[in-house]
């Protein structure tokens, strides 16, 4: 299979163009097509000779994802499934200009980007790990779910978020080669402000990105405050416990200044006692962060649920009374607007690649 001219850097793609001897400034030209002007094939860039068309398809696919089903509509929340080179499937969820989402009152388009196919830290809530993990995404099959989503919108994405299928900081090269293409300027550029990498807490790598020089925002799934609480649902947590993650918060908040989001699932019954939110609660305020609750969505074959929406009410009221920056989603009918994994899981189910094992609690 050959590479996708999406995952060239503008250096690299410099440096194929001198050793096929063509002259520099097609570099700029071809970059100019693929990310400004988004055209659907290598053919479609009229500005260059033929003969350099046919040298470049002889080197490179143009894209690397092929876009093959849209769940929702323009005025709602989308969710593209896209088949990738050796048959899986990834996704990625157009949220449109909507209320409270993701912590902010926000008029812009969001898009949540997958990393990986599966994920291998197995969440016992998360429809993107019940399959287990497949593999990383490359930096060309990252960036080019935001390529994809503008062609397929016609829109300009204004925020992303890292909250697909996967951990993304377990795939931190490609992730970083992939920021490097969608914050770049001769390619997508989209402020590193407007990025958030969301993690389960891998603790070395939150260390790592703190010390990357873009101000790329960082969102961690809490799912409980303490020990006890976190690591009945969170296997991760056995390894990088609570006390470890929040210290290495502490060093991301002394490299940035930016706020640090703690997201929350409320799961009925398991992590959503007022305790929990008063030790949560002390733990934002001290970290200077503010607090994402989500209702737990519903996955099929998974037995958690969400708590009341009184529960729900309150909890977030323990939070606000600690003076902590809480945001709650109540309103429903927003089911694909989470649980990502959930359409690609369906995909690669029917289609025999993969028999997903029964959901144990
Ligand atoms: N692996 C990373 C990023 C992907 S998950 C991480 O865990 O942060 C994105 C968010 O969706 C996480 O906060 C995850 O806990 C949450 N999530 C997973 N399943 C969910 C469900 N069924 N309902 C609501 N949120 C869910
Ligand atoms: Fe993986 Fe994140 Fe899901 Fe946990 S919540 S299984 S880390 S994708």
């Given at each position: 299979?050959?590479p996708?001219l999406t995952?060239?850097?503008?250096?690299?793609?410099?440096t194929?163009?001198?050793e096929?001897?063509?002259p520099?400034?097609?570099?700029?030209q071809i970059l100019?097509?693929?990310?400004?002007?988004k055209?659907?094939s290598?053919?479609?860039?009229?500005?260059?000779p033929?003969a350099?068309?046919e040298?470049l398809?002889a080197?490179f696919r143009?894209a690397a994802?092929?876009?093959?089903?849209?769940q929702?509509s323009?005025?709602?929340?989308r969710?593209?499934?896209?088949?990738?080179h050796?048959?899986r499937?990834?996704?990625?969820?157009?949220?449109?200009a909507?209320?409270a989402l993701y912590?902010?009152t926000?008029d812009?388009?969001?898009?949540c980007?997958?990393?990986?196919?599966?994920?291998?830290?197995?969440?016992?809530?998360?429809?993107?790990?019940l399959?287990?993990?497949?593999?990383?995404l490359d930096p060309?099959?990252?960036?080019?779910?935001?390529?994809?989503?503008?062609q397929?919108?016609g829109?300009?994405?204004?925020?992303l978020v890292f909250?697909?299928?996967?951990e993304?900081l377990?795939n931190?090269?490609h992730?970083l080669?992939?920021i490097?293409?969608i914050?770049g300027?001769?390619?997508l550029h989209?402020g590193?402000?407007?990025l958030?990498v969301?993690?389960?807490?891998l603790v070395?790598?939150i260390?790592?990105?703190a010390?990357?020089?873009?101000?790329i925002?960082?969102?961690i799934s809490?799912h409980?405050?303490t020990?006890e609480v976190?690591q009945?649902?969170?296997?991760i947590?056995?390894?990088?416990?609570?006390?470890?993650l929040?210290?290495?918060?502490d060093?991301?908040?002394?490299?940035k200044?930016?706020k640090?989001?703690?997201?929350?699932?409320l799961?009925?019954g398991?992590?959503d006692s007022?305790?929990q939110a008063a030790i949560l609660?002390?733990?934002?305020?001290r970290?200077h962060?503010?607090?994402?609750?989500i209702p737990?969505n519903t996955?099929?074959g998974?037995?958690w649920?969400?708590?009341?929406?009184t529960r729900?009410?309150a909890?977030?009221?323990?939070l606000?009374?600690?003076?902590?920056s809480a945001t709650?989603?109540?309103e429903?009918?927003?089911?694909i607007d989470?649980a990502?994994g959930?359409?690609?899981l369906?995909?690669e189910?029917?289609?025999g690649?993969i028999s997903?094992?029964?959901a144990?609690?």
């Amino acid at each position: 299979m050959l590479p996708a001219l999406t995952g060239l850097s503008p250096d690299s793609l410099a440096t194929w163009l001198k050793e096929a001897g063509e002259p520099s400034f097609r570099a700029t030209q071809i970059l100019e097509w693929v990310w400004k002007k988004k055209v659907p094939s290598i053919d479609a860039m009229s500005n260059l000779p033929a003969a350099l068309r046919e040298k470049l398809s002889a080197s490179f696919r143009l894209a690397a994802l092929e876009h093959t089903h849209t769940q929702g509509s323009a005025d709602t929340t989308r969710k593209f499934l896209f088949k990738l080179h050796d048959g899986r499937y990834v996704e990625s969820v157009l949220i449109p200009a909507n209320p409270a989402l993701y912590g902010e009152t926000s008029d812009r388009r969001t898009l949540c980007v997958s990393s990986q196919v599966g994920c291998a830290y197995g969440c016992k809530f998360c429809a993107s790990g019940l399959a287990g993990f497949t593999r990383n995404l490359d930096p060309s099959e990252i960036a080019g779910q935001v390529l994809a989503a503008e062609q397929l919108s016609g829109e300009r994405v204004d925020n992303l978020v890292f909250m697909g299928m996967g951990e993304p900081l377990a795939n931190l090269d490609h992730l970083l080669a992939a920021i490097q293409l969608i914050t770049g300027e001769k390619t997508l550029h989209l402020g590193a402000r407007h990025l958030t990498v969301s993690t389960s807490g891998l603790v070395p790598q939150i260390r790592q990105l703190a010390e990357h020089p873009q101000q790329i925002r960082l969102a961690i799934s809490l799912h409980g405050a303490t020990d006890e609480v976190r690591q009945q649902i969170m296997p991760i947590n056995r390894k990088w416990p609570v006390a470890e993650l929040f210290e290495a918060l502490d060093f991301w908040n002394a490299k940035k200044n930016q706020k640090l989001t703690l997201e929350y699932i409320l799961i009925d019954g398991v992590n959503d006692s007022l305790e929990q939110a008063a030790i949560l609660g002390r733990h934002a305020r001290r970290l200077h962060a503010k607090v994402n609750l989500i209702p737990y969505n519903t996955v099929e074959g998974l037995d958690w649920k969400r708590p009341s929406d009184t529960r729900c009410r309150a909890f977030r009221d323990v939070l606000k009374q600690a003076g902590v920056s809480a945001t709650l989603r109540l309103e429903k009918g927003h089911d694909i607007d989470a649980a990502c994994g959930q359409l690609r899981l369906k995909q690669e189910t029917e289609e025999g690649i993969i028999s997903p094992a029964p959901a144990k609690r």
